[in-house]
């Protein structure tokens, strides 16, 4: 193993902690240097890892001992700073979604392309040993043909528990766009890629109160949609059936299910590494729970981004940019499917990822 990548964070809120736990265990990457709008925040984020640099964004840009930007800012801003980056001659690993919207993704790409670096997306909890242990079952033929499968994500809404909620309510959040990501992600990787989309979609309330931290009570604007459905239909013929809301306050659904002409799964929540998959297959009574067998095991938010620093040249990182750029095209088109009542066909495809071999996370990757 060669030396670590130095990464460079932009943006130091909720979701940083975890990335900074994971690349603390991870000796292909090294928490270099970070920076946020907010020079407090980003102090604050790094005290547990002394040595961490803090700059300001174009700093931390311009310094040449960066190998790889961390995009860890809210959806809005993904672009800029990315584009930002690839200016800087750095490759981008950014959270979910890749950009606000398509066109804005597409702008990245482009950029990335042209000056030859590379871009990796979250979300990487497909890595862990949930997705990939039920990805194993379905490509070693365990559930027959795959026919169909239902994807069910349904919350009162993130502003019950996060302190800065409004990005879940401006363009580029909602449920889709949110939480979304996990769940296509998730059915890209085990089912393919998607050839068009049907949806419909609506919003309960204009506004959505606070409900912890400093701004407890403070009303957030509602600008997107917060209960969408639709149907996926993917380039093999399987049909995923997809809810994604911040509507409702419960719901008993299995996150994911997945049938095949001799059997059915229920795949864990996508938004986690790991959980029980379950088959039933023709034949035999009931469910039973599968054996772990593929995957990084105890994985934490921070894997695709070992996986990305340390791909060949030249390879697609398993959370690549390719994939994030179908998974937000998807959602986009699922969106203009429900505005206009028409199916849309995607103008985008992707590979399906390589799969991830059984191994511990702080070990070798699986290459
Ligand atoms: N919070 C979660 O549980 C969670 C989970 C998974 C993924 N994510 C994703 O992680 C990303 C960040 O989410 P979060 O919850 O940490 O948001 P957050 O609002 O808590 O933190 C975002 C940080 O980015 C900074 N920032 C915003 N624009 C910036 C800019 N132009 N330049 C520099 N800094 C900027 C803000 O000051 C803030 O500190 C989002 O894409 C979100 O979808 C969040």
Known sequence: MGEP??????????????YFRTIERLPQ???AAVADLDLDRAREAVRPYPGTDVLGVAELMADPRIDVLLNLTVPAAHAEIALQAIAAGKDVYCEKPLAANVADAARVLRAAGEAGVRVGCAPDTVLGTGTQTARMAIDHGLIGRPVAATATMLTPGHERWHPNPDFYYAPGGGPLLDMGPYYVTCLVTLLGPVASVVGASGRTRPKRTIGSGPRQGEEVPVSVDTH??????HASGALSTLVMSFDGVATRSPNIEVHGEKGSLAVPDPNHFDG?????????????????SAGYVEAGRGVGLADFASAHSGAEPRAGGSLAFHVLDVMESLLDA??????????????????V???PLAGELDR
């Open 276 to 292: 029980a998959v379950l088959a039933s297959v023709l034949g035999e009574e009931g469910w039973r729970e599968l054996p772990v």
């Open 228 to 233: 969408v459905t639709g149907v996926l239909v």
């Open 357 to 359: 071999a059984l191994r």
């Open 29 to 31: 990457v090294r928490l």
């Open 5 to 18: 990548v130095n990464v460079g964070v932009v943006g130091c809120g909720a979701i940083s902690a975890q």
């Open 338 to 355: 429900a505005r206009s009542g028409t199916a849309v066909t995607l103008a985008s495809t992707c590979e399906r990822p390589l799969p």
